[in-house]
């Protein structure tokens, strides 16, 4: 499948910024399942690309000087090929057991532990595709998808308590309960043809370490929808959440109020 995909994010400020700097995750990562035939990102001031930790395709963005607007636009063609049971045949550079450590936003407490032991086997058991599967499950079974009910900030013990959230909660959520079984989980930030579901272009989703009879490694599952990834997705970045992964995460001199406008078109082929 080839994917035409445009993300343009627009910041206006209430009053004169001194000085910009963002981190951006928006070029697509180079991976076996998917290749960029073309890509292109516009954006004022000096615009940096470096390969993060994560193996990231990454960007700094810093504007000095006097401005009250922001405009960035990613946009481009990207092919994809339908990974056989969301599997991802990676060479890594990074151990799995980088992705076991909690964060800030995935730390688990008693209602998590509670989730993940209806959902996951007896932690003396490895996790089949299938058991991840039904994590999902229940993930969106109790924290239904309604789109501004959560911040950035919302932890995955808040989106739990809260049974509403969008789909960083989901995967935050989901990344809580496999690292208190011990399971390798990360981050995935990226893009999805819509279609009829009616959820955002914009998207997060999880990778998962699985042990399956045929299969050992990482296996990719979009929570919100809880099913394994397709060639309808665009993957962006990877983390350990969201923090590590966003598209666009920075700080700002001065400014006031900030409004924000996100507009992100997907045309599969």
């Known amino acids: 499948m080839q994917l035409t995909i445009r ?21 697509p990562r ?24 994560y193996g990231n395709l990454s960007h700094m963005l810093t504007i000095n000087g006097s401005h009250q607007s922001l405009s960035l636009v990613a946009h481009g063609v990207v092919e994809t090929i339908y990974p056989h049971k969301g599997r ?22 008693p209602a998590i532990l509670e989730l993940a032991a ?21 993930i969106v079974g109790k924290v239904a998808y309604e789109s501004g009910a959560t911040m950035v900030t919302t932890t995955a013990g ?13 995967a935050h959520l989901f990344l809580a309960c ?14 999805i043809d819509p279609g009829t579901t009616g959820h955002a272009a914009s998207h997060a989703w999880v990778d998962a370490w699985t042990e399956d009879p045929d299969f050992a490694g990482w296996v990719s599952i979009d929570v919100t929808h809880a099913r394994l990834m397709t060639d309808a997705y665009c993957r962006l ?13 920075g700080v700002r001199q001065g400014g006031g109020t900030e409004t924000l406008r996100v507009d992100v078109q997907i045309v599969p082929v």
């Open 118 to 138: 209806a959902s996951l086997p007896d932690q003396r058991v490895t996790a089949g595709t299938g058991h991840l599967l039904r994590l999902a499950e229940h």
């Open 7 to 27: 993300h343009e994010t627009h910041y206006a400020y209430s009053a004169p910024l001194a000085y910009t700097i963002q981190q951006l995750h928006l070029t």
């Open 178 to 191: 496999c690292h208190a079984w011990g399971i390798p989980a990360r981050y995935v930030s990226g893009y």
């Open 88 to 109: 991802l045949n990676l060479i890594d550079t990074l151990s799995p057991l980088l992705f076991t450590m909690p964060t800030a936003l995935t730390q688990a407490n």
């Open 30 to 53: 180079i991976e076996p399942q998917q290749r960029a035939l073309s890509w292109q990102i516009s954006t004022p001031g000096r615009c940096h690309a470096y390969t993060d930790a």
């Open 237 to 249: 970045a990877i983390g350990r959440d969201y923090d590590s992964a966003a598209p666009v995460r």
């Open 158 to 170: 808040d989106a739990l308590a809260l049974g509403r959230g969008v789909c960083q909660d989901h």
